[in-house]
């Protein structure tokens, strides 16, 4: 059996609202069978998102203070209850048909972990699961989270978040997830230095390559261009393990 194409798209710093836009579109246009499998990934702004199981008793501040530090609140139909995005942290959002694939939701969250997992073992790093939990776990605090939605077609939405160079500070304005006896972590606190988030973003794009048994798409992108229309510079493509191309 040969390996499915998947596009792999960079796109920088951005808003978490513009992100949730666009995301829609690819989905939609995987749905219809426009586009092949795709995974967007990026870097959000301060940014605290509630999922469908979220409570609100698990923002610990007032939403006024978060106004006040220009932290930007939402809720999503994704998977699970309380997160934090911003600077330093890589998010994965891979609009992927899962409905033909052994396991589907189970097999296609273990796979994201295990695509974490890889990543991390490129620095050096051992990270695991938590039996009963989601996400992955350096001893026993969370450096990745993952939260997802599949619609009824199979589509895969929302996806993965990488602590990097992330400001942990910011989780104690909530309840990570809603484990209120488990802390986070971060790359750089697990190092004791950082590392570049593009260098980061092309390990995950081969171990996602890797794990989902997927080779890069054709660089010509032009079917994915009116998914991406809205923005005004092209963002990057993955090309092969060693450069970067901008369209």
């Excluded at 199981?53 to 932290?71: F, K, M, T, Y």
């Excluded at 992927?96 to 694939?101: H, Y």
């Excluded at 620095?123 to 989270?145: C, D, M, Q, S, Y």
């Excluded at 209120?180 to 996602?208: C, I, M, N, Y």
């Amino acid at each position: 059996m040969s390996s499915e194409p998947c596009h792999i798209r960079w796109l920088g710093r951005m808003d978490y609202e513009e992100a949730r836009i666009l995301q829609e579109a690819v989905v939609k246009d995987r749905s219809l069978g426009a586009l092949p499998d795709t995974l967007l990934l990026l870097e959000h702004p301060h940014t605290i998102t509630f999922g469908r199981r979220g409570q609100e008793a698990n923002l610990l501040v007032p939403r006024e203070s978060l106004e006040e530090h220009g932290i930007a609140v939402y809720h999503t139909d994704r998977g699970g209850d309380v997160t934090y995005h911003g600077p330093g942290q890589l998010v994965g959002y891979p609009i992927v048909n899962i409905r033909n694939r052994e396991g589907r939701v189970s097999r296609y969250l273990r796979d994201l972990e295990k695509v974490m997992i890889l990543t991390l073992a490129e620095f050096g790093v051992a990270a695991r699961t938590l039996p009963g939990l989601t996400g992955v776990w350096v001893g026993n605090e969370k450096i990745a989270a993952i939260g997802i939605k599949v619609n009824a077609k199979g589509i895969t939405g929302h996806g993965f978040a990488l602590n990097l160079t992330t400001d942990l500070s910011f989780f104690d304005k909530i309840v990570p997830c809603g484990i209120r006896d488990k802390k986070v972590t971060s790359l750089k606190k697990v190092l004791g230095h950082p590392v570049p988030l593009l260098e980061t973003a092309q390990k995950v794009a081969e171990a996602f390559l890797q794990v989902f048994d997927m080779q890069l798409a054709n660089a010509d992108l032009s079917d994915l261009e009116a998914s991406l229309q809205a923005r005004q510079k092209g963002p990057l493509l993955f090309g092969n393990t060693a450069n970067l191309v901008r369209l």
